[in-house]
């Protein structure tokens, strides 16, 4: 049994890309797991059905992203291993590779799509909490150290770039909305053409636009 977890806090989405993501989840994961939704909303269980589990994170008063870093808090109330999905992913395929790549201990997570080389990004990690504590208790412990970072996924990839934990995804299991791969970054939104790959099994939306504001057809017969 593997935790599915997702982190909903603030109001920068609705609850729908939380019944989105549990919908796809079970379309396209059929490796035994829980679904877990980390939250503020008290009420969420009113609008969104399925079989999940809400819990609030433990520590108060962060905003956003930062909100991810406590997925690896010893006191998060997760035991074995963790697979998560930023809610703005559209999952086009069988995921179950995302689930048991690696092995229990291995801490997996993507390569950036415009700097790949020197960052990761945190859309989809899997880890579990026995191995990967460090990264909270390390960034709780230095706080003031990391308050310049620009994203929870600079903080990831400081604190497991070189640990031998690290086992990252394979490129080809994901792709960028914007700029279809880690080659060729588009920066100019004439150059975005938003094409789909056939070959990924995710789409990894970053930035504007967000998957309910996408004109694509491929997005809307999947993002539901």
Known sequence: MINVCCVFYGKKYSSDYVQRLYNMVQRHLTVPHQFYCFTDHINLSNTVS??????????KGFEGWWNKLQLFNKDIGLKGVNLYFDLDVVILKNIDC??????DNSFSILKEFNQPTIIFNSSIMKWNNKTASFIWKEYN???????????????????????????????????????????????LISEQTFELDHNANVAVFHGKPNPHESEQQWVKDNWK
Do not use: C
């Open 50 to 59: 399925g079989n999940i589990i809400y819990k609030d994170l433990p520590v």
């Open 98 to 103: 995302f689930a048991t790549y690696g092995d």
């Open 141 to 187: 412990k230095n706080f003031g150290d990391y308050v310049l970072y620009n994203t929870d996924q600079h903080v990831i990839t400081k604190l497991i770039m070189n640990n031998d934990i690290l086992k990252l995804y394979p490129d080809e299991w994901t792709f960028s909305y914007k700029w279809f791969n880690r080659k060729k970054p588009r920066y």
